[in-house]
């Protein structure tokens, strides 16, 4: 049996939609065996499949292809999860980021509001 990546990746549940699987193969985020895949691409038994998804890189080896959607017990029946542990804590991370709350209507903040942030930013050890 023949399958395409797209179709795939949406199959075993990487992918909310099979759009954003097409999508992310046209963006180069897709590879297969270190190549990248075109959506139209057919995977085969064996393959190796990095996706790369925000900062995380996961990995799947191809165990057998399906076209339609199957749950999340079953995926492991057609795809093994390869995805190094040091890429997961990627996505358990805290986000290195905060927001400065400003009144509305306040409007850009000046010359001396840009230091004051800089100089929290500076203080704050990650």
Do not use: H
């Not at 193969?25 to 897709?30: E, R």
């Not at 996505?91 to 980021?97: D, L, N, S, V």
């Amino acid at each position: 049996m023949e399958v395409r990546i797209d179709k795939y990746l949406w199959a075993i549940r990487v992918f909310k939609t099979r759009t954003e699987a097409t999508e992310a193969c046209n963006g180069g985020k897709v590879k297969i065996a270190g190549v990248n895949a075109k959506p139209s691409k057919n995977v085969q038994p064996g393959d190796i499949i990095t996706v790369r998804k925000g900062a995380v890189n996961c990995e799947y080896r191809v165990i057998q292809p399906l076209e339609k959607r199957v749950g999340a017990k079953l995926v492991p029946e057609y795809a093994q999860n390869l995805t190094p542990q040091e890429e997961l804590d990627k996505m358990r991370a805290p986000f290195e980021t905060f927001f400065v709350t400003r009144d509305r209507g306040a409007g850009r903040p000046t010359k001396k509001d840009r230091r004051d942030i800089e100089q929290l930013w500076d203080s704050l050890d990650f």
